[in-house]
């Protein structure tokens, strides 16, 4: 059995294999808080809250190249986290991890998400160039647009956003 506080296999590498194929879901993610309530968001909910756009994103594979470049659109993470967790209770955790219905994640520290002011800011995306982002296409989407040296941030199906300590 998997101790409930083993680090996920994907904080030391992924893989780097694209999974092609949605797992189910709608979209819906859940915001793990550092006391272990959880809260539920629906891409309904995400509409409601301000949305941000960020252009020229490329989504580079290391094997298979590059695509894009688009714009995302969705809500900015750390004014989700916001939403969720009002006051500025995000800034003490000591990481975010960012995990997928498929088993893919990232982990992220605070300081990361200090980035709303420049045009590389992280996203919660649920639009692309100007869409609805599909299922198939990662429906939501993690996107760090100042990654671009390969795509293992870039997390689809986003299902689970854990802050820790
Ligand atoms: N949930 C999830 N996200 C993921 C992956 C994955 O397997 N599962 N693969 C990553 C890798 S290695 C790449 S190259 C890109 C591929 O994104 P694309 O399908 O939009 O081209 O998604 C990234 N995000
Ligand atoms: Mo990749």
Not at 20 to 43: E, M, Y
Not at 138 to 160: C, F, H, M, N, Y
Request: net charge negative; charged share 15%.
């Amino acid at each position: 059995m998997v101790p409930p506080h083993a680090e996920p296999d994907w904080v030391h590498g992924h893989a780097h294999e694209p999974n092609p194929h949605a797992p189910p879901g709608d979209g819906t993610f859940a915001v793990v808080l550092p006391d272990g309530r959880v809260q539920h968001v629906t891409v309904e909910q995400l509409r409601t809250f301000p949305y941000t756009a960020v252009h020229h994103c490329m989504i580079v594979s290391t094997g298979h190249g590059a695509s894009g470049p688009y714009t995302f659109g969705g809500v900015l993470l750390n004014e989700c986290l916001a939403q969720v967790l009002p006051g500025a209770g995000w800034r003490q955790v000591d990481h975010i991890d960012i995990v997928s219905a498929d088993g893919f994640g990232a982990r992220l520290v605070p300081s990361d998400l200090d980035n709303s002011a420049t045009n590389q800011p992280i996203l919660l995306a649920y639009t692309v160039d100007g869409m609805p982002l599909t299922r198939e296409r990662g429906l939501v989407r993690l996107i760090v647009p100042a990654e671009t040296d390969d795509a293992l941030r870039q997390v689809k199906w986003v299902s689970r956003i854990q802050l820790v300590g």
